[in-house]
């Protein structure tokens, strides 16, 4: 079936450091990819739309210019989490749409610490 | 937000157990779609149901749809400690496949 590979799993960083994280369809294109944040004992709150070829959407309070969202191709997004600080320290977890009606595929999420 | 209610927030029961989790929503849908979480782990989906449909059953899990009431229940039968996680519902609010999320219920199944 669809799979969504995330890297890296974790990653522990200091702070004002920028830290990129891979999201990729492996056997389907996705020109759509959504990126989640979750905080401990919280729920996943969506932050921004990931549209190959064009610029991100952003939800209502993410910051676009400390999340920089990269969708170059139908099989690969990134979000780069710029000069992180202790506060940017989350679950964050990416997601591919299948056909129309269909589950979401989710990557398995990457927990990104900032010291 | 859109972001939806569950109750309830934490739930534990004994193994063979029955639990039921609930979940409203804000706005209208296309489907609404169940997830469970291992302790920071990814999501495994476990069943969409669509907005013309009220019920729905895959194994050990049965799933209601109430949309006049912008509700939904999931139903875990004789339940195993192996079902611990946190389990979420998510809608896509008519905007396609991009979901909302409700807060959760963190299930903890004893043996």
């Known amino acids: 079936g669809a799979v969504v590979s995330q890297h890296p799993s974790w990653v522990i960083c200091k702070s004002g450091t920028s830290v990129k994280i891979e999201c990729r369809s492996l056997?389907?294109?996705?020109?759509?990819m959504f990126w989640y944040r979750q905080f401990p004992k919280q729920s996943l709150m969506l932050m921004a739309t990931s549209n190959e070829g064009s610029k991100a959407t952003y939800e209502q309070g993410v910051e676009k210019d400390k999340f920089l969202i990269n969708h170059a191709s139908l099989t690969l997004s990134t979000l780069t989490v710029t000069s992180a600080h202790p506060e940017d320290s989350s679950f964050y977890i990416c997601s591919a749409p299948g056909t129309y009606n269909s589950p979401l595929h989710f990557g398995n999420g990457t927990r990104l610490t900032v010291t | 937000s859109q972001q939806g209610e569950e109750d309830p927030q934490a739930l534990s029961i004994q193994e063979g157990e029955n639990a039921t989790m609930n979940c409203s929503y804000k706005?209208?849908?296309?489907?609404l779609q169940w997830y469970r979480q291992n302790s920071g782990r990814g999501l495994v989906h476990l069943i969409l149901i669509r907005s013309n449909e009220r019920e729905k059953h895959s194994g050990r899990l049965r799933v209601t749809l109430d949309t006049s009431k912008k509700s939904s229940s999931l139903l875990i039968t004789a339940s195993r400690a192996a079902d611990t996680a946190s389990y979420f519902c998510a809608t896509d609010g008519l905007n396609g496949n991009k979901l909302v999320f409700g807060a959760g219920t963190i299930l903890r199944v004893k043996s």
């Open positions: 056997d389907f294109q996705a020109t759509t």
């Open positions: 706005t209208s849908i296309n489907n």
